[in-house]
């Protein structure tokens, strides 16, 4: 059976100038990967309700999962909850219980809960919440969209709150063959490969440091006894070829 | 007059899976910025040829300019080029030129300009080459799509080859306020100056550090004397609210 898809949907104008630079992608990347939860696509998007909605559409249309992350924070720019809620045309509404976490998070402390943080526990009706471990505002899933903050740290750790609930599939087994050669001069013994094992994914990465060079071929598949075999053959036929090969992790 | 808009698609399994992290976006998202370029979104989509296909058509209808990386190498996933191709309904031809700059590359190493390299010379009809000063194998310019290599040292060469034929439009004036408070403490001064300030964006980005947290407030606009007067005023108001602001660059 196929293993559940994702997207990833990254919401901030901040990104897009180029003032920002994204680490949420790779890390959502590799948290699925380790669930068997197959990314098919990841984007960056501006903060305009109209695409925000197009898009949450689309990514929703189209996979199992959608998570995104930003602009739920409480300022006139963070406008992901009420588009996200627009795109499934439910309300937003001050959540009781985002309320009482917001309340338990600021008591005692010199910040004052006013109308504006109120905002941070105004929450689409029918949706869950997502726990926030680090600054209590939490986040929610609405159908199959996952609304998470974009400080990584906070998005992190509201990450591995909802993961457990997520219905993962077979963890994909990647194995890398290390070869000390161009990627030119073993490209016709990959394709072999790729065609001789259809469901292992046969990728080719070549690298370059001061004086060395080489290819680094990844296989992955959800077989593992396919992946470990299809790794076995090409290291095999690299070195009938002349050169070297190591069966690395 | 609107400044010229781009998309960046990123093309490649590795950055699904997480083993590779992407760092083409945000490198291309400054250039731009710094061109007066104005990034609409980023894709990272997988190496399937329908899927890039599907995503090239969409991105180039809704965008001046498209920055794509990854996907232009010798092996067999390497798929960027016949895709694009497709996309345009162009065949895919040995490049003379492409040629050229292989055999000069090569002539002298140890490396054999085989059938595998040579398939890096190919290049859609119609195709204008971009220059690549790392490694020969050059990019190309179809249409409004520029194809570049995915290795980040490569790709940015490429970027810096082709840059000076893009036209751009106006720099943006980024000026940046430190608020010494919470967002939640200044968020209706921010509306009230998004507000007042229609071309000026506004973003507000909530920091921490161990006992200490700030806001700064990222005004953002074509017009140089509106942004400035919107950062003085902004200010003034959180000034006037009690808290510590700074005009900072």
Redesign the interface.
Known sequence: MANPTAAICVIG??????????KN???I?????GLGIQ?????????VKE?IIRHITELSDENDYVFTSGGI??????ITTESVAAAFNVKVERNQEAMRRLEQHYKGTE??L?E??K?MADIPVGATLIDNPVSAAPGFQLENIYVMAG?PSIMQSMFESLSASLKGGTI?T?LTVQCAT????V??I??QI?NQYETV??????WFKPGQFGTAV?L?GLDENLVSNAAKELCLLVKHAGFEAEDAV
Not at 73 to 78: A, F, I, L, N
Not at 201 to 206: A, K, L, M, T
């Open positions: 104008d901040e990104i897009l100038s180029g003032r920002t630079k994204d992608i790779g890390w990347a590799e948290q699925l990967n990314l098919t696509q990841a984007r960056v998007i501006a903060d695409t924070g409480p300022t006139h720019d963070d910040i004052v006013n504006v943080r905002k400080v994909p990647r161009g990627e030119g001069n490209a016709h990959l394709e790729s994914s046969v990728g080719s990465y070549p990844v992955t």
